[in-house]
């Protein structure tokens, strides 16, 4: 038997390309919307009142590319936009009902990606590929 591929980097970006797909389209299958949606959306559900200079940093994003994502969003309904109270250029986020029910639909086919993943890595594997997801998604490069 041959050894396993030890191009991690290689291996990463295949493995996201693979997940995200599947995910992408079971996401809009069930509620409209894509998993880059799916995570500003649930930034937001999280801190209320996001700025999009916030919701950047939290998805490790530049400004510039949350721009468009968060324009999408709002001309979805699924998010509201106003003006930061004390930020004269800066606008507060916030999910609309049609964002929570968004989120809602989703859920059901988060859970059952997830549990297809435990079932195909074993609990131990999930939590220990999820903790070293983790640490490489904030390791100080």
Do not use: Y
């Not at 409209?32 to 209320?48: E, K, M």
């Not at 994003?61 to 106003?82: C, H, I, M, N, Y």
């Amino acid at each position: 038997m041959s050894e396993p591929d030890q191009r991690l980097f290689f291996l990463l970006q295949r493995a996201a390309h693979r997940l995200r797909t599947t995910a992408d389209r079971r996401c809009l299958a069930a509620a409209g919307i894509t998993t880059a949606q799916l995570g500003a959306l649930f930034a937001v559900r999280d801190s209320p009142g996001l700025t999009q200079q916030e919701l950047a940093r939290t998805l490790g994003l530049r400004e510039s590319g949350v721009t468009p994502l968060v324009g999408r969003l709002a001309t979805a309904g699924l998010l509201t936009k106003r003006p930061h109270p004390r930020e004269h250029r800066a606008v507060v986020l916030e999910l609309s009902e049609a964002g929570v029910a968004a989120l809602a639909a989703a859920q059901p086919e988060i859970d059952r990606f997830n549990a297809e993943l435990r079932a195909l890595l074993g609990e131990e594997g999930f939590t220990s590929t999820a903790g070293a997801m983790d640490r490489l998604a904030h390791w100080e490069l």
